[in-house]
T-cell receptor, first 112, second 116 residues
Framework: AQTVTQSQPEMSVQEAETVTLSCTYD???????LFWYKQPPSRQMILVIR??????QNATENRFSVNFQKAAKSFSLKISDSQLGDAAMYFC?????????FGDGTTLTVKP | KAGVTQTPRYLIKTRGQQVTLSCSPI?????VSWYQQTPGQGLQFLFE???????NKGNFPGRFSGRQFSNSRSEMNVSTLELGDSALYLC???????????????FGQGTRLTVV
């Protein structure tokens, strides 16, 4: 069975600084997708960034980028120039054939 | 375009009762997935429906069931409720499912179920 581990239950960052959230996963599949989702307090979960396992190039979406290390089964999220609106719980997710596995989440606090 | 709509938003039920939650996906989306979110267990995958068929299933007891209608709307049913079923139930829709095509899942605001 696939597992996703987020080893940092909580992280904090100073506004305008950079923070990296960790995620590791375990799978025997070679073709899959990885996602980072953001869940602000009392608001809907939204997609931050996605990575296709067969692509070596790391995905980037504006201030958000990933460091995808397929051999190490690692998928970390880097948030640059952190903003107050980035404060949320972040979930790393693995998906293969429609069955999703989520990590336990990392609560990110942004300090002004 | 309207987002994913879940009803009701809040629900209080008694142990032993059953409950039905509803999810209306984004127009055109054929895949609907259900998740249970609790502070202790995180986000757990319940099942995924695509074109009225259950395509994937998580590790939940048979008390948890679902269905999808021809208009892609989905319902989730929990029978013989237990205190441990108290959770936020999230529904997500996508065009074809996130697994093989990596399409984005759009989440609803969830239904907060409290079992007393």
């Amino acid at each position: 069975a696939q597992t996703v581990t987020q080893s940092q239950p909580e992280m904090s960052v100073q506004e305008a600084e950079t923070v990296t959230l960790s995620c590791t996963y375990d799978t025997s599949e070679s073709d899959y997708y990885l996602f980072w989702y953001k869940q602000p307090p009392s608001r809907q979960m939204i997609l931050v960034i996605r990575q296709e396992a067969y692509k070596q190039q790391n995905a980037t979406e504006n201030r958000f980028s990933v460091n995808f290390q397929k051999a190490a089964k690692s998928f970390s999220l880097k948030i640059s120039d952190s903003q107050l609106g980035d404060a949320a719980m972040y979930f790393c997710a693995y998906d293969n054939a429609g069955k999703s596995t989520f990590g336990d989440g990392t609560t990110l606090t942004v300090k002004p | 375009k309207a987002g994913v709509t879940q009803t009701p938003r809040y629900l209080i039920k008694t142990r032993g009762q059953q409950v039905t939650l509803s999810c209306s996906p984004i127009s055109g989306h054929r895949s609907v997935s259900w998740y249970q979110q609790t502070p202790g267990q995180g986000l757990q995958f319940l099942f995924e429906y695509f074109s009225e068929t259950q395509r994937n299933k998580g590790n939940f007891p048979g008390r948890f069931s679902g269905r999808q209608f021809s208009n892609s709307r989905s319902e989730m049913n929990v029978s013989t409720l237990e205190l441990g079923d108290s959770a936020l139930y999230l529904c997500a829709s996508s065009l074809a499912g996130t697994g093989k095509v990596g399409t984005e899942a759009f989440f609803g605001q969830g239904t907060r179920l409290t079992v007393v």
